[in-house]
């Protein structure tokens, strides 16, 4: 059974910097692209970033420049350092396996850990 714990959250002040990390086992964990999602309040949930068994990542356009996404395949971790935090950036965070479909896009495998939840002040 796959089990994601995220931690690493917390309140930051804009500016400030968090790093987020997630634990994996259930899985082979080398075998599975890894990404990190948020739910802001009365939002759907998005894809922040993601990161192929190959190490390629990937953000989105909001989070570009200031995200990065590192995964160490003998710790079974994927991490989100998150440098330049907004307002805008406060969301509970997720990670999970993805899973590639035939058209190239990305999509939850459906396992869900607990999120941490990073709030940022203004």
């Known amino acids: 059974q796959v089990q994601l714990v995220e931690s690493g959250g917390g309140l930051v002040q804009a500016g400030g910097s968090l790093r987020l990390s997630c634990v994996a086992s259930g899985i082979i964990f080398s075998a599975n692209d890894m990404g990190w999602y948020r739910q802001a309040p009365g939002k759907q949930r998005e894809l922040v970033a993601r990161?192929?068994?190959?190490?390629?990542?990937n953000y989105v356009d909001s989070v570009k420049g200031r995200f990065a996404i590192s995964r160490d395949n003998a710790k079974n971790t994927v991490y989100l350092q998150m440098n330049g935090l907004k307002p805008e950036d406060t969301a509970v965070y997720y990670c999970s396996t993805l899973i590639r479909l035939y058209s190239g896009s990305y999509v939850p495998s459906g396992s869900w850990g607990q999120g941490t939840q990073v709030t940022v002040s203004s």
């Open positions: 990161i192929t068994t190959g190490g390629s990542a």
